[in-house]
C-alpha cells in the first residue's frame, strides 16, 4: 500500500471513529482520546492528521456532507428545491447525527461551510432567471428558504408532526417554491405598475 493511501485510510478511520462516538455516546464533549482508542491509532497520530479540534471538526463536516448525507447544493431553482427532498431522506438514516448536526455547537460548526457555500449558489441559481427581482425581495426570499432548507425543519417536522423524510422533503419542497412563486409574482406586479 503506497503512502499516500494508508493516511487517507488512517484519517478516515479517525473521521469514522468520531462519527461513531458521536452517535454512540450522544455526547458532543467526545475526548480525542476515545477517539485514537475507537480509531485503534495513537493520539499522536490523531494529531498529526488534525492538529486542532476545528481540524477534525471541518473535516468531518466536509465527509458528512458529501458522503453520508450526500447534500445537494443544486446549480439551478429545480435542483435547489428537490435537493432538500434527497437531504430529508437522507437524515432518516442517521437520525442521532442528524440530530447532532441540528441542536449542538460541535454539529453547528461542522456544518458551517457547507451552509455559507449553499448560500452563495443558492443565491446564483434562484435569481439566474429573474434578475428583476428587487434586492430587498431576494434578501427576503432567501432568508426564508435558508430557514427551510436545513436540518432543524426536518428535526421539528419529524418531532412535531411525526414526519418521515420523504413526507418532510415534500413539504419543504412546497414551501420552497411557494415562496419563490409568490416573490416572483410581487417582482412582476411591481414592474406593472412601474413602482420599484
Known sequence: MLR??????????????????????????????????????????????????????????????????????????????QGFRTAAEKFDSRPNLARILALTRIGRSMRIRFRNELALRRRKALWRDTPDVPPAARRRAEAVVA?????????TLKEEFGMNGKDAGAVISWAIELVLRETRAEASRH???GQS
Open 4 to 81: 499516500e493511501e494508508y493516511a487517507a485510510l488512517t484519517r478516515q478511520r479517525i473521521i469514522d471513529s468520531f462519527i461513531a462516538l458521536l452517535e454512540e455516546l450522544d455526547d458532543v464533549t467526545v475526548p480525542t482520546s476515545a477517539i485514537a482508542k475507537k480509531a485503534d491509532v495513537s493520539l499522536r497520530t490523531v494529531y498529526r492528521y488534525f492538529p486542532s479540534r476545528d481540524d477534525l471538526l471541518r473535516a468531518t463536516g466536509d465527509w458528512l456532507n458529501s458522503e453520508v448525507f450526500g447534500l445537494v447544493s443544486g446549480t439551478n431553482e429545480k435542483e435547489l428545491v
Open 191 to 193: 414592474d406593472d405598475t
Open 147 to 155: 430557514c427551510l432548507d436545513n436540518v432543524l425543519s426536518w428535526l
